[in-house]
Each structure stands twice: as structure tokens, then as C-alpha cells.
């Protein structure tokens, strides 16, 4: 799962930041409305936490021009403006949450998961395919009544293929669901982490469409 944080304030970008890695997400993060609107348009995000407060580009306009381009990404507002008619005009507007500054960083954590969820359709935030079933919430993962023990990059590699079941994803789109700007990646991780996790998992679970990239099956 991939945030974009848009957040000019550093202490409170970074402690942000380091909260929803901890968590297990990926994180673009950006610090004024000008490359807010460059990632917009051009990264594939599952959630936005939006800072109204921002240099040369307001969030109020960045959420007005994202929803007028027809994005229902969930965006969660987080903000030090307080009054009842800021919230009330966040949230007319188009956001999903609107969180007052200062916050706490496992609320926050909460408040995005819930927000996932709910825009995956469903209370539950377990994905299921076939005898497989990951937990994002617990990072567990089952295979029937076996539980199966993955690292933090191997869990985001297969909950990235189990949101989109049946659907063939690319290396590259792989990376970019897994890892954020600030992280390193070797040229053959992916590749690492899905022979790991077909070691884990057994070869017939995550298929290689020859020169398009991999999908997850029922087996
Ligand atoms: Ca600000």
C-alpha cells in the first residue's frame, strides 16, 4: 500500500513518515503544493494525508483539483486548522477524514487503515484467495491452517498482487507499490522477494506472465 504525504512542516513530515513505514506502507513524501500535484498526476497512491497549510499550492485547491479530475483516492486531511467550518469545508470538498494537528501518530495509522478499508469495500481487512489468506492488520499470513512466516518486503510484495486479484502486475508496478522515493532498490529485489515468497508459498501461487509480470491464482 502506497501513502502520499504531503507535509511542509519537516518534524512533523518525518515522525509521519517514519510511523507509516513502521506500519508497513510505502510513503512518497512531499513539502509544498507544487510537487503535490506532480505526484498526483503522476504516481499511483492508495491514500493521501493532505496538509491545507502548504506552500504554493494550497490543499484546499490540491483536493479540489483531484477530485475534479475524477480521483476517488481517499485523502485524509491532516491539519491545524480547527474550526468547525474548516472541517466542514475539508470534507465538503471531497476529503475522507479530516485529523486535527497535533495528532497522535497511532490514531492517524488507524484512521488510514480504516479509511483502506472501507474504500476496498468491505469492514473486513482480510484479502482472500483461494487456501491463502494475509491479515494487513496483524501482517499475518495463513496458507489453509499453516501459518507462513514473511519478511516486511515479501508481506507488501504478495498484499500488493492479493488487492488485485487476477490482474497481471509489472515489475516496476510492483516496485512502486512496495518501496517509496527515499528507498533504495536493488535491480533484481522483486525478483528476490517473489522467488522467496513461491519458495514459501509453493511455485503455483504467483504465476510469471512471461515478459508482462505476475499475478496471483488460485492453485
Ligand atoms: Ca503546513
Redesign the pocket.
Known amino acids: 500500500m502506497k501513502i502520499l504525504l504531503i ?3 519537516a518534524m ?1 513530515g518525518r515522525a509521519v513518515r517514519q510511523g507509516l513505514v513502521l506500519a508497513g506502507f510505502a510513503v512518497d513524501w512531499v513539502t509544498d503544493g507544487r510537487e503535490a500535484e506532480l505526484s498526483l498526476a503522476h504516481g499511483v497512491y492508495d491514500l493521501a494525508i493532505l ?4 506552500p504554493k499550492v494550497d ?1 484546499m485547491a490540491l483536493l479540489a483539483t483531484l477530485r475534479g479530475s475524477g480521483s476517488s483516492m481517499p485523502v485524509l486531511i491532516a ?2 486548522r480547527d474550526t468547525v467550518r474548516d472541517r466542514i469545508a475539508g470534507l465538503e470538498a471531497g476529503a475522507d477524514d479530516y485529523v486535527l494537528k497535533p495528532f497522535d501518530l497511532d490514531e492517524l495509522v488507524a484512521r488510514v487503515r480504516a479509511l483502506l478499508r472501507r474504500h476496498a469495500g468491505s469492514g473486513s481487512p482480510v484479502l482472500k484467495m483461494g487456501a491463502l489468506v494475509l491479515d494487513p492488520v496483524h501482517k499475518s499470513v495463513m496458507q489453509g491452517d499453516t501459518p507462513v512466516d514473511l519478511s516486511a518486503k515479501e508481506f507488501a510484495v504478495l498484499e500488493a498482487l492479493m488487492q488485485r486479484p487476477g490482474a497481471v502486475l509489472s515489475r516496476a508496478k510492483l516496485e512502486e507499490s512496495v518501496y517509496g522515493w527515499h528507498q533504495e532498490v536493488g535491480s533484481n529485489t522483486i525478483e528476490v522477494h517473489l522467488h522467496n515468497l513461491r519458495r514459501k508459498l509453493g511455485s503455483g501461487v504467483i504465476k510469471n506472465v512471461r515478459g508482462v509480470g505476475y499475478r496471483v491464482t488460485e492453485d
Open positions: 507535509e511542509d512542516d512533523i496538509d491545507l497549510g502548504l490543499g491539519s491545524a
